[in-house]
């Protein structure tokens, strides 16, 4: 059985580590990434607040060696999902099964005035040119503003505005600031009341304004002012750090898998209306969250049931919904929310109040998929 595999992020990444691990030398994947390296979303984070930087945090697809995987670096032209069969720069490939992973593209060029006057901190470029300006930054009003739903990491504006907060304290020009988020949720994290009351609670000892159920459309460069979509009320800043609008990648687009903008799977088996096609991670509208600890765990069930099914066993697995996120409150401490996402019930989390365990505990939590993808604990 050929498994061919699109996108090698959180997605692809543990599919392909999965399959060899369990199939050894019987494994016969193609693995296909346009990019060169590999970067966890929240090291853009790290970046952006000069933590790391930009060359620290890539996991070159070079160390990724696994048995029975080919990695090829190339662009994804067009995808038949019918045929099982993509063209890329490098020619064209097949499989047995096909496995969506591309994840979702960012757009900012599609709120007007972002790439002029804000800064988006969703790519590692981004982020790096959001860090020179903070680092230059005097005082003054900051927005984070999100621009679009569904986005990536939906606690992350919020763990950005706690880290502007810690930041520009250290910097001594917290004072001379205002800090305001702007994001479409009602609560920063709908699904764990718990955690959303510690978070709202933080941003009031910080004074930090929280702007729910809303989103910015565009930027009025000339004035400095965001504009909000739902009522066209104005948010004056000095600096502004924007989510990008998401978008289902071009290819899959024209691929005919995408369904209102992402790809439907069906939530037990991860299987898209074509058969023996599946997509896991940013790419579906799956029902969890666009965070790559839900791509990882369905990439990991997709896995075992791919074997099961080769190997004709009749109790296939099916995913459960289940991630842990963790979430950054500033100050090297990190919180922790442990979720569940199932299909027509409503998602259920606990909350671990942040902690510096904790903190050590995200470490070793990303420190332990680079050895496993990567070979090294970097
Ligand atoms: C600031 C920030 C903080 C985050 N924090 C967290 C966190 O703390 N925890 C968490 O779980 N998640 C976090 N995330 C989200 C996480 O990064 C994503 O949800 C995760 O990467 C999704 O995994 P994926 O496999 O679906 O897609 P991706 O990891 O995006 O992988 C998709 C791959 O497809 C490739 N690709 C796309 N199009 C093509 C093409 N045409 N040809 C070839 N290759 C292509 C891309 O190069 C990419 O490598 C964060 C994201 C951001 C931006």
């Given at each position: 059985m050929r498994v061919l595999v699109l996108g090698a992020g959180f997605g692809g990444l543990e599919l392909t580590t999965r399959l060899s691990e369990v199939l050894g030398d019987e494994t016969d994947v193609v693995l296909i990434d346009q990019s060169d390296a590999f970067v966890f979303g929240f090291a853009k984070l790290d970046v952006m607040f000069g933590k790391r930087d930009a060359a620290a945090v890539r996991n070159r697809?070079?160390?990724?060696?696994?048995?029975?995987v080919q990695f090829v670096q190339t662009t994804i032209r067009s995808i038949d999902p019918v045929a099982k069969k993509v063209e890329t720069d490098a020619g064209p490939f097949e499989g047995d099964v096909l496995v969506v992973a591309l994840g979702a593209d960012l757009d900012?060029?599609?709120?007007?005035g972002l790439l002029e006057d804000g800064h988006e901190f969703y790519s590692v470029a981004g982020a790096t040119a959001a860090r020179d300006v903070i680092d230059r930054f005097e005082g003054g009003r900051v927005v984070i503003a999100?621009?679009?739903?569904?986005?990536?990491?939906?606690?992350a504006p919020s763990e950005t505005a706690l880290l502007i907060h810690a930041h520009l304290v250290a910097r001594g020009v917290r004072e001379a600031s205002t800090v305001t988020l702007v994001m479409?949720?009602?609560?920063?994290i709908p699904p764990a009341p718990d955690a959303s009351k510690a978070v709202l609670a933080a941003f009031e000892e910080r004074g930090i304004e929280f702007l729910p159920s809303r989103v910015v459309s565009h930027l009025d460069v000339e004035r400095h002012v965001a504009v909000v979509a739902e009522d066209g009320a104005e948010i004056p800043y000095d600096l502004l750090l924007g989510v990008p609008k998401h978008l289902v990648p071009e290819v899959v687009a024209a691929s005919?898998?995408?369904v209102d903008g992402w790809v439907p799977v069906?939530?037990?088996?991860?299987?898209?209306?074509?058969?023996?096609v599946y997509a896991v991670g940013?790419?579906?509208?799956?029902?969890?969250?666009?965070a790559g600890v839900f791509a990882e765990g369905q990439a990991l069930t997709l896995a075992d049931r791919l074997v099961a099914l080769a190997r004709g066993e009749g109790d296939l697995p099916t995913y459960g919904g289940r991630g842990i996120c963790y979430l950054e409150f500033g100050d090297q401490r990190v919180a922790e929310v442990d979720v569940t996402f199932l299909p027509g019930q409503t998602p259920f989390g606990i909350f671990r109040e942040p902690s510096a365990e904790q903190a050590e505990g995200k470490k070793r939590w990303a420190s332990s998929r680079v050895e496993r993808w990567f070979g090294s604990s970097r």
């Open positions: 697809y070079a160390d990724f060696v696994k048995p029975g900012p060029a599609g709120t007007p999100v621009c679009g739903a569904p986005y990536k990491c939906p606690p479409p949720l009602p609560v920063p005919g898998l995408a069906d939530p037990a088996t991860l299987e898209t209306s074509f058969p023996g940013d790419v579906t509208s799956i029902g969890t969250p666009k």
